[in-house]
């Protein structure tokens, strides 16, 4: 069955630091790829999404790379803030968004000033 | 533009009742789900209603029923309430399933 398999935390990284957040996933088919970030006391916001091979998903600083062969969509950011501390979840769809979301467990990322 | 709407935001309940929980999404979206998060965990598909109808669901017991209305708002419903149901319970809603979801900040529930 599909999962995700995500690098296990909590991380914590001063202000300006390189971020890498791993993530493995397996799959039946062609699925798409997504990172979600959860605020403290907030529900889920789509951080970036990727839906096919070698596409490259970006937003606010953060990038994430489809890659088949490895199966995988790590998240980077070449320079973290304080406010990205939060919890950042992987996940997949067989479609983009059709069926429901399989989510990884979750990593939480500390950014210190 | 209101996004997801849940309620109530808290809610503590007593092992073996019953508890409903309601979902408002996004204006234009006429697809819901819901998840359950453990503390610590990813959130777990639990169903997906369009159109009035359970369309999806995962893999939990039938104490888990919901409800979507003409109107696209969803209901949870969970019976016989188990320690284990503590959760924060997510809505998410799409426009047809597609494109991406926008998630409400849940419904934390705790059993006692």
């Known amino acids: 069955g599909d999962s995700v398999t995500q690098m296990e935390g909590p991380v914590t990284l001063s202000e300006e630091a390189f971020l890498t957040i791993n993530c493995t996933y397996t799959a039946t088919g062609y699925p798409s790829l997504f990172w979600y970030v959860q605020y403290p006391g907030e529900g889920l916001q789509l951080l970036l999404k990727a839906t096919k091979a070698d596409d490259k998903g970006s937003n606010k600083g953060f990038e994430a790379t489809y890659r088949k062969e490895t199966t995988s969509f790590h998240l980077e950011k070449g320079s973290v803030q304080v406010s990205d501390s939060a919890v950042y979840f992987c996940a997949l769809s067989e479609q983009d968004g059709a069926n429901n979301l399989f989510f990884g467990t979750g990593t939480r990322l500390t950014v210190i000033p | 533009d209101a996004g997801v709407t849940q309620s109530p935001t808290h809610l503590i309940k007593t092992r073996g009742q019953q508890v409903t929980l309601r979902c408002s999404p996004k204006s234009g979206h006429d697809t819901v789900s819901w998840y359950q998060q453990a503390l610590g965990q990813g959130p777990q598909f639990i169903f997906q209603y369009y159109e009035e109808e359970e369309r999806q669901r995962g893999n939990f017991p039938d104490r888990f029923s919901g409800h979507q209305f003409p109107n696209y708002s969803s209901e949870l419903n969970v019976n016989a309430l188990l320690l284990g149901d503590s959760a924060l319970y997510l809505c998410?809603?799409?426009?047809?399933?597609?494109?991406?979801?926008?998630f409400g900040s849940g419904t934390r529930l705790t059993v006692v």
């Open positions: 998410a809603s799409s426009f047809r399933g597609l494109g991406g979801y926008t």
